[in-house]
């Protein structure tokens, strides 16, 4: 059973940074693709970054780019979100994804391409 979960959340003024992690149990991450995704109220998930199996490819939504970064530390099984220069419409719940990639350089950047979802993780940026 795998599961992932996701911490880190919190409320933050505007200009702020944060850090999401997301950790497995029951799989280990050294195959898989690992991503973050966020869905705002009345909002589409959307993509905001992802990282191949091997952790030499990444990418992000252009709405982030140059303000987060994602990581992964293959022995601790897990993989976080560094948010910096947070704005208010950073505000939703984040969730954290894996996929089994079948080429470690993969890096998918749609939710229909992962397998495994977290429980999200509310992040709300005050202006």
């Known amino acids: 059973q795998v599961q992932l979960v996701e911490s880190g959340g919190g409320l933050v003024q505007a200009g ?5 992690s997301c950790a497995a149990s029951g799989v280990s991450f ?8 966020r869905q705002a109220p009345g909002k589409e998930r959307a993509f905001i970054a992802a990282i191949s199996a091997i ?15 994602i990581s992964r530390d293959g022995a601790k099984n897990t993989v976080d ?5 947070l ?22 950047i749609n939710s229909f391409e992962f397998r495994y979802w977290g429980q999200g993780t509310q992040v709300t940026v005050s202006s």
């Open 87 to 108: 704005k208010a419409e950073d505000t939703a719940v984040y969730y954290c994804a894996a996929v089994r990639t079948t080429r470690s350089t993969m890096v998918p």
């Open 16 to 20: 702020g940074s944060l850090r999401l």
């Open 55 to 69: 952790g030499s490819y990444s990418d992000y939504g252009d709405s982030v780019k140059g303000r987060f970064t």
């Open 30 to 37: 050294s195959n898989y693709a690992l991503g973050w995704f």
């Open 81 to 85: 979100l560094h948010m910096n220069n």
